[in-house]
């Protein structure tokens, strides 16, 4: 891989981070007092763009580096604090988005590698 993919992949994985840090902060949005999973929609959405972009790059295992770091986050804002508070809390009545999150921002990105439409970097 050139050094130039090494830096494009690089910064597809912080973008992956953001994602992650986005995600975590806006999966409780409510709008009327109904939670709607806009967070979660947005997440799949970008993260299929990340693996496509990074499929781009390489074919090995390293294309899924910028979902890696987004599901990083993700155990991150499910761990304890230091004074024992919840960023993404896995119980109670929140634990819906926090599934919804999840499923639909892994989701996506598995589908989309499980057909087979990501191109290869040989096409570019």
Known sequence: MRPVDRAL?????????VVGVLSVAFVYLRFGG????VAAVLAGIVNAVLLWL???ITDG??????LLAWLLVLVAGA???????LVLVPDGTLVLPTLGLLAIGAGVPFLLAWT???PDPDDR
């Open 9 to 17: 992949l690089a910064l597809l994985v912080v973008n992956g981070i």
């Open 34 to 37: 109904i939670a709607i999973p």
């Open 54 to 56: 990074a499929a781009a």
């Open 61 to 66: 295992p390293l294309r899924f580096l910028p």
């Open 79 to 85: 761990l304890p604090g230091p004074g024992g508070d």
């Open 116 to 118: 087979r439409r990501l």
